[in-house]
């Protein structure tokens, strides 16, 4: 019995998952293609052919990962876009098979990696309770024995009877967190989801997750980009990049190689930096800065204007390209786009074009961090997508002129607005 | 405390059906689902149910029936009441994984679920219409024989010959969406080649047939006619043998569900 309690929860050895370019497997044959090739494999005297695989179409999205969790632990897993996170939890949530290695889970696993997946909309809130519950493997017995619990830390009693349509995103997500937060899995997986729900909500989620693993001896393990609540909830954390990890570490040393590896990656040259997509050519986009006013980098006061350069390479083939300029929160939501052919009618072609300049004459949106993604289409069709392109501080300033400004929790933008009071 | 191991699996696999069993109140949730939220938003409601069946069997005594010789509405009707509920329930079961993409993409559950879930709407709009056969019956004067208890049994034939069609077809479906369009074409087929709105004249082609001898049986039990149970035995075994193997498939399939649908 003894030894049984030292065993980890979680058991993860070598876990490799490749993806065929496109995410999808050989979806490069038809279906005549297909037939055709399985006939000849059955009739053909030779050994089968081995199709010579071409290594640049496959893609690993997570390699030779190994770590252990022990019992009662909450473990952040943070990193980059694309850095495995999610497919590390898909195989963890059993919805799809590693390609090679194995993990080992002891105890029912929850998982919450999509907000409100299996509602339906059509139905009442009370009716994807149950089919929700039942989705994540409750038995009906149990979805009645907790229906209230979940219906009260969700707060949406007064809809219980409406169809799930008509629900504001939020308290979709809050209905769809009590559900799993009741399964009384002995691991609980949670992808970005709390995002979505008001920052109250998000609090008592975060706590009812501590409650979770601390009182109930479960294990918890979730994805955020919030290093705030990363710090605040996890006992350790795990970073990964390019599909690897270092495994379980401290908090503090992991986020701290967390914002280093951020910072490395910024300083390499965009030209050399893996794209999120790319149609097969060169890259076109070699270089980007932003700048305030004076000139200063990555910097911009609310309200101040805001330049933005793009160096462009590879453009020969171009005909009609439209640059993007995307901007996103810290809390992953896109905040606007700056496109060229929407904003200025302009359409890109040929070699000539060396580099752009996009001008905003007054930023307004709400003191942050955010995150610049450049986009690039060609005939309406997308030839490039950077991640991450780069970065900028958005500062306090008081264009209000009273000294105060709404903060990113109340909202997105900071509107100049007059208030007066009615006689 | 249940362990799972999670690794690459190669081949053919089992299926799990104490997993299975563990989820059975999903089964019953997903088919509730789609009972509610068949006929939201029509003004007619489950009279849909009815109507199908019912209006074929007057078109076809109007237009086929001089070619056929056969323009009985009870004949037609009890022929074409379960003729519908398999062909809905192919429809369902071939389209269930698709159609359910978000969930396959998103949460772990068994999947099969999913196109078995997708029979209990046609088999509720089954009892829903078999409410017209009884009136039809009465209205002409057909008294049902002892033959009307086998009715269960040829139920689940039917719901067994449509899994066998229909889980095949869902699990290629995620694959190439050419089986969507399959579908409706070998229904059509297989209608001409059933003995649905005509008498058993080709024995041999309805023994082979999966739906042959149970829709005879099923119009035989209503009409009071002798039951070809020679055929009844022969596209039974048919029908099971067809799901052995459409459920062989789909267990080799099930793994690779999430990453290509």
Request: proline share 5%; hydrophobic share 50%.
């Amino acid at each position: 019995m003894t030894t049984h309690r030292h065993q980890p929860v979680i058991h993860v050895a070598g876990l490799g998952k490749r993806y065929r370019l496109g995410g999808q497997a050989r979806l490069d044959q038809t279906l005549p293609e297909v037939i055709s090739d399985s006939m000849r494999r059955i009739f053909a005297r030779k050994p089968r052919r081995t199709a010579p695989r071409k290594a640049n179409t496959d893609f690993w999205a997570l390699r030779d990962v190994s770590f252990s969790i022990e019992r009662g632990e909450v473990i952040g897993v943070i990193g980059r876009n694309g850095a495995g996170k999610s497919t590390l939890l898909k195989i963890l949530a059993q919805i799809t098979d590693p390609t090679e290695g194995r993990a080992q889970l002891r105890g029912r696993v929850a998982s919450l990696l999509e907000v409100g997946t299996g509602f339906h909309p059509e139905l009442t809130g009370r009716e994807n309770i149950y089919l929700n519950g039942a989705i994540m493997s409750m038995t009906r017995r149990e979805i009645k024995a907790k229906f209230d619990d979940i219906v009260a830390f969700s707060g949406v009693e007064a809809f219980l009877d409406t169809p799930v349509k008509r629900y504001s995103s939020g308290m979709a997500v809050r209905l769809a967190f009590s559900v799993a937060a009741h399964l009384d899995p002995e691991i609980l997986i949670i992808d970005e989801v709390l995002a979505v729900g008001d920052a109250a909500f998000q609090k008592k989620c975060l706590g009812k997750m501590q409650d979770i693993a601390t009182s109930e001896g479960r294990t918890v393990l979730f994805v955020s980009h919030n290093m705030d609540s990363i710090m605040h909830l996890s006992t350790k954390v795990m970073v990964m990049d390019g599909g690897r990890t270092g495994g379980i570490e401290p908090v503090e040393s992991g986020v701290k190689r967390y914002f280093a590896a951020m910072a490395e990656h910024d300083s390499t040259p965009l030209l050399d930096r893996p794209r999120k997509f790319s149609a097969g050519r060169p890259p076109v986009f070699d270089n980007l800065r932003i700048l305030g006013p004076d000139d200063q980098a990555n910097v911009i006061p609310c309200g101040g204007a805001m330049r933005v350069l793009i160096d462009l390479a590879n453009m020969q083939s171009i005909q009609q390209g439209e640059c993007g300029i995307v901007i996103t929160n810290e809390q992953g939501q896109r905040v606007a786009i700056l496109q060229s052919r929407y904003h200025a009618n302009m359409t890109l072609e040929g070699t000539s074009i060396t580099r752009i300049e996009c001008e905003v004459p007054s930023l307004s949106l709400v003191p942050g961090t955010y995150q610049v993604d450049l986009s690039m289409v060609d005939n309406a069709r997308m030839i490039e997508y950077v991640d991450c392109a780069g970065r900028f501080e958005v500062v306090f300033a008081d264009v209000l002129g009273t000294g105060r400004l709404p903060n990113s929790k109340q909202g997105h933008l900071v509107i100049p607005a007059t208030w007066k009071k009615a006689a | 405390m249940p362990i799972t191991v999670l690794q690459a699996r190669r081949g053919w696999q089992t299926i799990d059906l104490a997993r299975l069993w563990r989820f059975r109140d999903l089964l019953l949730f997903m088919a509730l689902r789609d009972i509610k939220v068949r006929y939201k938003q029509t003004a007619l409601g489950a009279v849909w149910a009815v109507l199908q069946p019912f209006a074929m069997m007057v078109v076809i005594a109007v237009f086929l029936g001089r070619f056929t010789g056969v323009t009985s509405p009870v004949f037609l009707y009890a022929g074409l009441l379960p003729w519908t509920f398999f062909a809905a329930s192919v429809n369902g079961s071939t389209n269930s994984l698709v159609s359910n993409a978000g969930m396959l993409r998103k949460i772990y559950f068994p999947r099969l679920i999913l196109p078995v879930a997708a029979v209990g709407a046609p088999l509720m709009d089954y009892m829903v219409a078999f409410t017209v056969l009884a009136g039809l019956m009465a209205w002409y004067g057909v008294a049902p024989t002892f033959d009307i208890l086998l009715l269960p049994l040829l139920v689940l034939l039917t719901v067994v010959a449509a899994l066998g069609v229909g889980v095949t077809l869902s699990a290629m479906t995620v694959r190439f969406r050419d089986f969507r369009y399959v579908v409706p074409f070998l229904i059509q087929v297989m209608f001409f080649a059933t003995p649905v709105i005509y008498p058993i004249h080709l024995p041999w082609l309805v023994r082979l047939n999966p739906m042959g001898g149970t829709i005879a049986a099923f119009r035989a039990a209503v009409t009071g006619e002798p039951i070809d149970f020679v055929a009844l035995a022969c596209s039974g075994a048919i029908a099971c043998i067809m799901l052995a193997v459409g459920l062989a498939l789909f267990a080799r399939a099930e793994r690779k569900f999430a990453d290509l649908v």
